[in-house]
């Protein structure tokens, strides 16, 4: 059994697809095959791919450089049938009878032992070239496998180190039952997807891609956090029962789907959707959302070689608000950088990603870019109730000068006939501590107000969550993030905005009790936790939440605070719950 | 029939990948063998992975070694290859 961090709750058990780690792990991975012809082939594979590739880039650098830099590619080509490299590799797959993988590595560091004696620092720094070419060869087995991986029927729990953005946005989403991953953590982005799939995840569990390999039976404990390798009959007899009970709880919330959330003395508090792609509208309309409070457009711009067009676009917001009905749709702009990149829309290096060029930063020096994206915001607002909302709003000027650029092309759609709501609402995001100190200015210019709690504790406690040897400081219920929540509230409330909370901390039944004392008006969780925080919200009074509240504002630590709340809501509560 | 001549490699960044690639480009030409030695390390002058394993930098000297019908030519050629630094700038 091994131990991980809670991601997204419930219980899966199926057969383990692993994904392939960092190609100096894979390096290592030593195998014993049983047929060396099978193993030829896929290297062969592997080699006539890494031979296409290579004849591409080399005619991009060709083009774009000139001849003179496309000669080393020349070399890569002559080396990928080189028989002191080919033939060395095909040779220790022969006599050790091992993977390709393997192979490749001895033949590897044979060669780098060699380069290590070498004193000339010009001809070491070419040590390099190799591992550049062997790495792509990797990259193309692993393809390779993954295609095979493909043709596998039936479903499967994804194990890797980790994954990126890119990594799930290229996942077949119908097959993965669970993800299991070596680093993250509760707020990062696997979790994020697994919890948008309503599937269970549990991150953050040391060695397990070591420990497993494809086809083994793996069991996820999604809310203790535990993933449990070839169980025994009797643990996954165990668990098939709990699955089983799990299953029915989720049918017993489906009937507040037709219930509207509301305290027990009347206090409507709206409970949105975040979504990162459209496919996602189903299990938004299958929990009966009240609208989408947070719909995340990078995953429009990730996975692909080029920007996407405004068409694209437009055509993406078009289905999403049309099958939305008349439910509002809080389109959030482009918010790359930090941990989220575009392969085709280089950032330069930066020492401090998270607190460097990214979000509505990004946006406000390519304007180009992001006038694209509002051009087709605007026009997708003819068919429906679309609000647009800034990320990472740090000063007022921001929030302005982004403002400006879309009143400009309003101004330009007019002109030319286009449709589009004239009236859009357009909100900040409420993440950064400064825009929280500044937020009774800003609620002059702003329509409505969003908290997004994962950067606004990232920021406000200087932690990275993704960092985990620092995560345990990552803490939601913090004095500090509190405090700042109740006076973006009361800015907010001064002005007659509404604030929303879109972060995960929406989703803990126990924190939306408190973050509804704190007088939010509206919150946006994954769709899948809607029904389970709607139950909460019935059960409680608004006048007791704001007791809950005040008494809240008033402790020191967040042990503390959880206790009292836990204790609150359960004397609430007692006895008393229904639908 | 065998030949073979030394010569000094004198390009700035010696035997690395790309100037090897050059040199095997040249010598896949011929039939004969070809063998390049650097004091006592020897490899096939048709294989890119060996002569890189080789480690000759600049000002190393090394044997350019050829047995079979086209040796002389094939030596000949390749010394040039070498004294014209692979076709490099330095």
Do not use: W
């Not at chain 1, 797959?93 to 010009?122: C, M, T, W």
């Not at chain 1, 990594?167 to 948008?196: C, M, N, P, W, Y």
């Not at chain 1, 993704?466 to 800015?491: C, F, Q, R, W």
């Amino acid at each position: 059994m091994f131990k991980g961090i809670v991601a997204s709750p419930g219980i899966a058990i199926g057969p383990v697809m692993l994904l392939t780690k960092k190609s100096e792990e894979i390096l290592k991975n030593k195998r014993t095959i049983l047929s060396v012809e099978d193993e030829k082939e896929k290297f062969k594979i592997a080699l006539e791919k890494t031979k296409n590739d290579i004849i591409n880039i080399k005619e991009k650098i060709i083009y774009d450089i000139g001849s003179k830099e496309g000669d080393i590619f020349n070399a890569y080509l002559q080396l990928l049938h080189d028989p002191g490299f080919v033939g060395k590799t095909e040779q220790i797959i022969r006599e050790q009878k091992v993977n390709i993988e393997f192979a490749l590595g001895q033949v590897l560091q044979n060669y780098l032992e060699f380069f290590n004696k070498i004193s000339d620092p010009y001809l070491k720094e070419r040590s390099r070239d190799i591992s550049g070419l062997i790495e792509r060869i990797i990259k193309n087995i692993s393809e390779t496998h993954a295609i095979e991986q493909k043709k596998v029927s039936g479903k499967f729990i994804i194990v890797a180190e980790d994954l990126t953005p890119t990594d799930t946005a290229e996942l077949d989403k119908t097959k993965v039952l669970g993800f299991i991953t070596e680093k993250g953590t509760q707020t990062s982005h696997t979790a994020i997807v697994a919890r948008a799939l309503e599937i269970p995840a549990v991150v953050g569990v040391k060695d397990i891609t070591s420990n497993v390999k494809n086809g083994d039976l793996v069991i996820i404990d999604g809310d203790r956090g535990f993933a449990v390798v070839n169980p025994s009959q009797k643990v996954l007899n165990t668990y098939k029962e709990e699955q089983k009970k799990y299953l029915l709880k989720n049918k017993v919330l489906k009937k507040l789907k037709k219930l509207e959330s509301k305290t027990q003395d009347n206090r409507k508090i709206e409970l949105n959707a975040n979504i990162e792609f459209a496919e996602e509208i189903g299990s938004v309309l299958e929990n009966n959302a009240d609208g989408i409070g947070l719909f995340r457009t990078e995953f429009i711009y990730i996975n692909r070689a080029n920007l996407p067009t405004e068409e694209e676009q437009f055509n993406i917001y078009k289905t999403v608000v049309q099958k939305m009905g008349k439910k509002p749709v809080t389109i959030r702009t482009l918010d790359i950088g930090g941990d989220k990149y575009l392969p085709y829309f280089k950032i330069p290096p930066e020492q401090n990603p998270f607190l460097g060029l990214r979000a509505i930063r990004l946006s406000l020096v390519n304007i180009s870019i992001f006038s694209v994206q509002i051009r087709a915001i605007l026009r997708a607002s003819a068919f429906g109730n679309i609000k647009i909302m800034f990320p990472m709003i740090t000063v007022v000027e921001e929030f302005l000068e982004a403002k400006k650029i879309v009143e400009e092309i309003k101004a330009e759609l007019k002109k030319k006939k286009v449709n589009f709501d004239e009236n859009i609402k357009i909100g900040a995001m409420i993440e950064v501590p400064s825009i929280v100190l500044l937020s009774d200015e800003l609620a002059k210019y702003a329509d409505f107000f969003s908290i997004g709690t994962n950067d606004l504790v990232q920021y406000t406690l200087a932690v990275d969550r993704g960092n985990e040897t620092v995560a345990k400081l990552y803490d939601n219920l913090n004095p500090a993030v509190l405090k700042l929540i109740k006076m973006a509230v009361e800015s907010a409330h001064k002005n007659n905005l509404k604030i929303s909370v879109c972060g995960e901390m929406a989703a803990d039944p126990v924190i939306a009790f408190l973050l509804v004392g704190l007088g939010v008006d509206e919150l946006s969780m994954n769709s899948a936790s809607i029904l389970n925080v709607k139950g909460l919200i019935r059960n409680i009074k608004f006048q007791d939440a704001i007791e809950v509240a005040d008494a809240v504002l008033k402790m020191k630590n967040s042990v503390e605070i959880k206790n009292f709340l836990f204790e609150k809501l359960k004397n609430k509560l007692k006895g008393k719950e229904k639908l | 029939m065998q030949f073979s001549k030394k010569v000094k490699v004198i390009n700035k960044l010696g035997f690395h990948l790309r100037a090897v690639a050059v040199f095997v480009k040249e010598a896949e030409k011929y039939k004969s063998t070809i063998k390049v030695r650097n004091n006592d390390i020897e490899a096939d002058g048709k294989s890119i992975m060996g002569l890189m394993t080789l480690i000759a930098s600049e000002g190393t000297e090394i044997e350019i070694k050829a047995e079979g019908p086209d040796s002389k030519e094939a030596v000949n050629n390749l010394v040039k290859i070498v004294q014209n630094k692979f076709g490099e700038e330095e």
